[in-house]
């Protein structure tokens, strides 16, 4: 049983770390380094990986699985050779969802509670409260009801917000709306004053987050994205705010990363940057979910969770 670890994920992240992560749970898995430490490509069974070189998967004819270093996977699927059957196992730690959902309880309450005006009127030291709905007078709506989305749903539904969702297949979350697919799209924004963006990124998704889209919600409306840049369209964003339909926007990822230091939405003053910061993968949990997962497969069953080919995601 070997595990290639490589791509992308070797400038970033010291193998030595991970090999001992991984042994510790793992003590009989030899960790193999790419590009030099490959060895018979016929031994890898598994390989740990992001933005990997095109075709490079390929190689490995006995994989049994592909761990991605990420939950978005889009650096993985525009290889357009990857070795058909072979389960890619998306990285979705528990930690990973408890962060996530930490920065968008976060985001939903300084929109819901006002935190966006005190900043402005703290500038120009204007003393005026603001009482706003309660949370179920809130409606919050969760683009994207994954591994991500559900638990944010789940919390946010929690703390008493009037939350639905909107996905590809139905979802059954105690008190949450589910709004399914392109005939429930409008209807779902027009009853959404906090938009959270918590998509796949696939074809379908990118840009939906553009003119017609921002104007189907009611105006005064927030949009938190955490889910990829590619999702917006930046220009009709700007338009949105400075019109005072969208009031604000809380971005995590963008179309190139860093944000460019030109980017007009680093100097907006409605729109809020934070640095693709939202959750991340801590090595120790990364490599427990690793683990758990080969285990799983060893064990002949299922690692979770998987991407759907067909799907895309
Ligand atoms: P999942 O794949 O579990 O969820 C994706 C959601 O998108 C699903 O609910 C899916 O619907 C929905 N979806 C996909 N295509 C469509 C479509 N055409 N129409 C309607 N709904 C669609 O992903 P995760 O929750 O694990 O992660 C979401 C994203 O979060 C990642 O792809 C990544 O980009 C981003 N991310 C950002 C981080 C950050 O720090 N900012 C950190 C980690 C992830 P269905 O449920 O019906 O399949
Ligand atoms: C991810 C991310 O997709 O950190 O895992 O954005």
Redesign the pocket.
């Known amino acids: 049983m070997a595990l290639l670890f490589g791509g992308y994920l070797a400038d970033i992240h010291d193998p030595d770390v991970w090999r001992a992560l991984l042994r510790r749970h793992l003590p009989e898995l030899d960790f193999r380094t790419w590009p030099d430490g490959v060895g018979d490509p016929r031994d890898i069974t598994f390989t740990l990986v992001h933005d990997p070189a095109m075709g490079e998967l390929k190689r490995y004819p006995n994989l049994k699985a592909i761990f991605t270093f990420g939950?978005?996977i889009e650096h993985i699927m525009k290889d357009p050779d990857l070795p058909v059957g072979v389960p890619i196992v998306?990285l979705?730690s528990p930690d990973?969802v408890d962060r996530?959902s930490e920065f968008i309880v976060y985001w939903v309450l300084h929109y819901h509670r006002g935190f966006h005006r005190f900043s402005t009127q703290e500038r120009q030291a204007h003393w005026e409260k603001y009482r706003g709905p309660t949370t179920a007078e809130r409606r919050v709506g969760i683009l994207?009801?994954?591994?991500?989305?559900a638990d944010a749903a789940e919390k946010l539904i929690g703390l008493g917000f009037n939350v639905a969702g909107?996905?590809?297949?139905p979802?059954s979350i105690a008190n949450m709306e589910s709004f399914v697919?392109g005939d429930d799209f409008l209807p779902f924004l027009a009853r959404t004053e906090i938009l959270v963006c918590?998509?796949?990124?696939?074809p379908?998704?990118e840009g939906i987050i553009n003119a017609r889209t921002l104007a189907a919600l009611p105006k005064g409306a927030f949009l938190i994205n955490?889910?990829?840049g590619a999702h917006v369209v930046d220009d009709d964003l700007i338009v949105a705010v400075d019109s005072g339909h969208v009031a604000a926007a809380a971005l995590?990822?963008f179309h190139q990363e860093p944000l460019p230091a030109a980017h007009p939405f680093w100097r907006h003053p409605r729109i809020t940057v934070t640095p693709?910061?939202?959750?991340?993968h801590a090595p120790e949990h990364a490599a427990e979910h690793i683990v758990r997962n080969i285990r799983c497969i060893l064990d002949g069953k299922p690692p979770h969770?998987v991407v759907d080919h067909a799907?895309g995601?």
């Open positions: 939950a978005g998306r979705v990973l996530m994207g009801v994954g591994e991500l989305g909107w996905s590809r297949r979802k697919g918590l998509l796949a990124t696939t379908a998704t955490l889910a990829r995590d990822v693709h910061a939202a959750a991340w969770p799907a995601y």
